[in-house]
């Protein structure tokens, strides 16, 4: 399993959200390079990132600092938030990233998915933001009727490997993840899943390793110090 501690940016900043809601965002970080340097100095493989500022206009507003980390860091590197269209998926590989997630773009143009999977297969996640079992765009400020699972079996069949399931309930809480969806998500498709949303210990962490998922994605547990990362990454590797 491989942890990827998270850099969620906001008009420059490293900030955490509470169940989504952007008007409960909390700076954690003044500085997103120094944060990612020492992510990598904890032992970090690969780094999960987020434009919530291109999340929510759809299209990138924070590519000077993720350029820099992508420069300097020299790890792998995942992002997402705003990216709506191959020219930009294209542009973000060229400069770097390891690997680029669909969100909102994936549920409302599934010809982009498509045609991403199959020019960059494995580079190309899928980001499946669920609010009471039902996926939540834009910024997460629009749910829809679609129902998680079977977004992920539709996202599977399509031809994406690589699934981050978020229960936006628990993001930023610190109260746990949602095992039984992370088991029916598990149940129901063959994709690498990566837990997202709630992680407080590094019990949640062992839970997560124990049910045989590809990642986690720690946030507010390491800015919040019940966490300490370099313990979960070699936990990761056990």
């Given at each position: ?79 997402g938030g ?33 045609n991403s ?58 109260k746990g ?62």
């Amino acid at each position: 399993m491989i942890i990827l501690p998270a850099i969620d940016l906001r008009n420059g900043k490293c900030v955490r959200l509470y169940k989504g809601d952007f008007n409960k965002s909390q700076v954690v970080a003044e500085d997103a390079l120094d944060v990612a340097r020492k992510f990598k100095d904890a032992g970090s493989e690969f780094i999960h990132m987020v434009d919530l500022d291109g999340a929510l206009c759809g299209k990138g507003v924070n590519e000077d600092i993720v350029s820099k980390i992508i420069e300097e860091i020299k790890i792998p590197i995942e992002l997402g938030g705003g990216i709506r269209d191959m020219e930009t998926i294209d542009k973000l590989i060229e400069k770097g990233i390891s690997r680029v997630i669909l969100g909102t773009a994936a549920l409302s143009n599934t010809e982009l998915v498509k045609n991403s999977v199959k020019k960059y297969e494995e580079k190309i996640a899928v980001g499946i933001d669920a609010k009471n079992g039902y996926v939540a765009v834009n910024g997460w400020l629009d749910v829809s009727k679609v129902y998680y699972l079977d977004f992920a079996e539709q996202m599977e069949h399509i031809g994406v490997k690589n699934i981050i399931f978020t229960d936006i309930s628990r993001d930023g809480t610190l109260k746990g993840p949602n095992i039984e969806a992370l088991v029916a998500l598990k149940e129901r498709v063959n994709c690498n899943i990566i837990a997202s949303g709630g992680i407080k210990s590094i019990d949640d962490v062992k839970k997560i390793k124990d049910m045989g998922l590809y990642g986690v994605i720690i946030g507010k547990a390491i800015y919040s110090e019940t966490i300490d990362l370099n313990e979960a990454v070699i936990l990761s590797k056990e």
